[in-house]
């Protein structure tokens, strides 16, 4: 992951989470993806990641990779990853549906 800038999820069909977003936001990558790749997860576009239709993936990452703000949004993604999707996170919330 360290060879890379931005990581991309150019997903258009398929079905449940794509759990690779999370390693990449893990890293602190600012991260490209269509809306199907993003689903399953409460991340914001534009806050979280930059949502772009398959049609104009390219631009988006040219885009992307042109603005100031990646290390912000990659290191804002990691923040809310670590808050809503640590593994910390989900036992405590597991354990507490257990006990009703």
């Known amino acids: 992951m360290n060879a890379t800038d931005i990581a991309i999820s150019p997903l258009t069909q398929g079905s449940g989470s794509s759990v690779k977003i999370l390693d990449y936001l893990n ?24 949502e772009s239709p398959i049609e104009d993936f390219y631009n988006t990452i040219l885009m992307v990779k042109s603005k100031l703000t990646n290390s912000n949004m990659g290191r804002d993604a990691r923040e809310f990853l670590i808050e809503n999707y640590s593994w910390d996170r989900i036992a405590k919330s597991f354990f507490k549906r257990l006990s009703g």
């Open 27 to 50: 890293f602190g990558l600012p991260l490209v993806s269509t809306d199907i790749g993003a689903r399953g997860f409460n991340f914001q576009k534009n806050i979280h990641y930059f």
